[in-house]
C-alpha cells in the first residue's frame, strides 16, 4: 500500500514553500529533520488540499509526487512565494501548525 500524500504550505523566515510529504504529520520528527536541515527551525505552516494543488501544478505534481521514496519521504513542489500566494489563497485554509519557539 503506499503512503498517502499530504500537501502543505510552510512559511518560515525566508518565504514560503509549498512541499509534498509522506510523513503521518509535518511535525513527525523525521521530517523536521530534513527541514533544519534545509535551515528550516521554526515555521507556521498549513495542511493544504491535495486536489487543489494537483490541479494549480498540473505541470510538475505528478513527477514531484512520483519523486516521492516509497516510505516517509518530503519534496518541495515550489518555493516561488508570488507563484504560490497566486494559487491560494489563505482564507480557504484550515488551522496553521505551529512549530518551534
Not at 13 to 34: C, E, F, N, Q, R
Not at 51 to 60: G, H, I, K, L, N
Amino acid at each position: 500500500m503506499a503512503p498517502s500524500i499530504r500537501s502543505y504550505l510552510i512559511f518560515s523566515g525566508s518565504g514560503p514553500i509549498l512541499a509534498l510529504s509522506t510523513y503521518p504529520k509535518l511535525t513527525d520528527p523525521g521530517l523536521v529533520s530534513k527541514l533544519r536541515y534545509k535551515g528550516i527551525d521554526r515555521f507556521i505552516a498549513y495542511e493544504v488540499n491535495l486536489d487543489a494543488v494537483r490541479q494549480s501544478y498540473a505541470q510538475s505534481f505528478e513527477s514531484v509526487a512520483q519523486d516521492l521514496g516509497p516510505s516517509e519521504d518530503f519534496r518541495i513542489l515550489d518555493f516561488n512565494g508570488h507563484q504560490i500566494m497566486a494559487n491560494f489563497a489563505l482564507d480557504k485554509l484550515g488551522d496553521p501548525i505551529h512549530y518551534g519557539g
